[in-house]
């Protein structure tokens, strides 16, 4: 997610509002931790946990992007021949691998989109990072260079540290096991990355009390993101061993972050008057919000039927992984405000443009 030199002043610290952004960017962190907690206490399991982040959190959320995407008239007419080509490239790498070499070729693909996914998490953060700094002002491209390698050790340092041990990167579900394949790094690393993680943040506290007490307030925001954030990999990557649970806590904060972001910006473009086609945006538009709620939570169950039903056939795991793998792609795109720049006027980053 990249964000443009807006063309008119910012209107507040907050990307919404301070209780908007509470609910859905930073303290959203709480439910994901309440589904660990109900794990912890043995109220439920981890495939329990896994399922109920997936049905409640993800598939809305990957649903969210076709409602900016494949659902929007404009956008199929400029980029539909791109999305078939790339889904039809994403069914052959998926599909044939699980149909010729289920248990050869096939986990080298699934761990690549794992990884592909985590990657998608980390990019996401940095644009929140982005749009907090854009409301700040003031802030230098030094200063976001430097947090964006944050972000970047806090996210990515927890999950290298895990992987001193195999058996933290194993999935066991229904008899299943799953071993995400990765490097095993000796003892030395690892305690490299220690001392480079706990630096990171070390660095970060001291300079957010530097900036305070030379009366910079507005830091704030973007304060709270960087510590939610730094919490829910710390937490997902470190203190829980059940990789599910663990998969299901980072994935989760994100999901509730773009819903909420996704929702903000198609509930301005819907005041605005601006359906333009799309199914979604005139349920917003006409106040039936529980359809867009129910089509959005329908949409993962029909994508699980399968697998639900079949879950010891490979083939089975197809809907989920090519939905998946589309929203990475397309969700990488849809972003990009130099090629939708009416994306960052639905924001609010941007004054809308004049007509004529």
């Known amino acids: 997610m990249s964000i443009p030199n807006a063309a008119g002043p910012p209107t507040g610290r907050w990307i919404v509002s301070a209780r908007y952004d509470t609910l859905f960017f930073t303290a959203s962190l709480l439910v994901p931790f309440a589904l660990w907690g109900a794990f912890s206490l043995g109220w439920m399991t981890g495939l329990a946990v896994y399922v109920t982040f997936q049905l409640a959190f993800n598939m809305p959320h990957n649903f969210q992007t076709w409602t900016m995407s494949v659902l929007e008239p404009e956008d199929r007419a400029r980029h539909g021949r791109i999305y078939l080509g790339v889904a039809a490239l994403a069914l052959v790498v998926l599909g044939v691998p699980m ?3 289920p248990e050869g070729i ?5 761990d690549a989109l794992v990884y592909w996914g985590y990657f998608h998490l980390v990019r996401q953060h940095y644009g929140f990072q982005r749009i907090y700094e854009r409301r700040m002002g003031g802030v230098s491209p030094r200063e976001s260079w430097w947090y964006g390698r944050y972000l970047d050790v806090v996210c990515y340092a927890p999950l290298l540290i895990r992987f001193r041990d195999p058996e933290l990167m194993t999935i066991r579900a229904a008899g299943r096991s799953m071993w995400i394949q990765h490097p095993v790094p000796p003892g030395g690393v690892v305690t490299v990355l220690v001392v480079v993680y706990a630096g990171a943040i070390l ?10 007490r030379r009366g910079r307030r507005e830091c704030g925001p973007r304060g709270w993101l960087l510590l939610s954030v ?10 829980i061993p059940n990789l599910l649970v663990s998969i299901a806590v980072v994935t989760a904060y994100h999901n509730i972050q773009y819903l909420g972001l996704v929702w903000f910006h198609n509930r301005n473009r819907a005041e ?3 359906s333009a086609g799309n199914v979604t945006i005139g349920w917003i538009s006409r106040r039936r919000v529980l359809v867009y709620a129910g089509v959005s939570f329908a949409y993962g169950v029909m994508i699980f039927v399968p697998y639900a039903l079949f879950p010891s056939a490979r083939m089975a795991e197809l809907p989920v992984s090519f939905v998946i793998a589309m929203h990475y792609f397309i969700d990488g795109r849809v972003w990009r ?12 980053l941007r004054a809308p ?3 004529g």
């Open 99 to 101: 149909a010729l070499s």
């Open 106 to 110: 096939y986990p080298w693909v699934r």
């Open 203 to 212: 660095a970060g506290v001291l300079h957010h009390i530097l900036m305070v």
């Open 230 to 239: 730094t919490v829910c990999f710390g937490a997902a990557a470190l203190a």
């Open 272 to 274: 605005g008057g601006e």
């Open 337 to 348: 405000f130099a090629d939708y720049p009416r994306r960052a006027e639905w924001l609010k």
């Open 353 to 355: 443009r004049s007509e």
